[in-house]
């Protein structure tokens, strides 16, 4: 089946840095979500994008659907300890349910 | 509105017991689906539902049994608990599919722990 990459797993980063996670994909997708999970959370959507090239911002968030289709990416603007969690990238996989990649834990020093 | 509803939250088993964890919607939506969390493996799909009457299997079915009788509940059954089982259990709904202009909603999770 299709496989979204993360990469990194984990970033530790300092309070009011910027941070930036992609997602790679051996296939096409043309849908791509961006989720996150809080601590003991189900995950909840962020972004979603739908278009090749699309940009799309959510606050301090902003993701980009790559060109190729085959990549996306997530950016955070700024952080702030409520930033901590784990971020996932997923795609529809054909009409099956959502594929996730294995996310990017983020953890924010003040 | 409570979204998506999992019940119980924390479960402990001995191995070759066998539980029934609950999910419930109030969305009326059509699709659900359970996933397993592992730590640094993401979120795997176990089983889903496209509607009432049907389902179908995820990448790791095995030990799990379905069944969607109404359009709210999806339970998920653990036949006889193996300890390769422990693992947080999400369970999401959405109105029309996965993905494109729709939105998967999470319940919170049931923690399971098989000894």
């Known amino acids: 089946g299709q496989q979204l990459n993360q990469s990194p797993q984990s970033m530790f980063i300092q309070e009011g840095e910027d941070v930036s996670m992609n997602c790679t994909s051996s296939s096409i997708f043309n849908t791509w979500l961006w989720y996150k999970q809080d601590p003991g959370e189900g995950p909840v959507l962020l972004i979603a994008?739908?278009?090749?090239?699309e940009l799309t911002s959510n606050g301090r968030l902003t993701a980009q659907f790559g060109i190729t289709r085959k990549d996306s990416f997530l950016n955070i603007s700024a952080s702030i300890p409520s930033d901590v969690g784990i971020y996932f990238c997923?795609?529809?996989?054909?009409?099956?349910?959502?594929?996730f990649g294995k996310g990017t834990r983020l953890s924010v020093i003040a | 509105n409570a979204g998506v509803t999992q019940t119980p939250k924390f479960q402990v088993l001995k191995t070759g017991q066998s539980m029934t964890l609950q999910c419930a919607q109030d969305m009326n939506h059509e699709y659900m689906s359970w996933y397993r969390q592992d730590p640094g493996m993401g979120l795997r799909l176990i089983h889903y539902s496209v509607g009432a009457g049907i389902t179908d299997q995820g990448e790791v079915p095995n030990g799990y049994n379905v069944s969607r009788s109404t359009t709210e509940d999806f339970p998920l059954r653990l036949l006889s608990a193996a300890p390769s089982q422990t693992s947080v259990y999400f369970c999401?709904?959405?109105?029309?599919?996965?993905?494109?202009?729709?939105?998967?909603?999470f319940g919170q999770g049931t923690r399971l722990t098989v000894v």
């Open positions: 999401a709904s959405s109105h029309e599919g996965w993905g494109a202009y729709t939105e998967a909603f």
């Open positions: 997923a795609g529809p996989s054909g009409n099956t349910p959502l594929v």
């Open positions: 994008l739908y278009k090749a090239g």
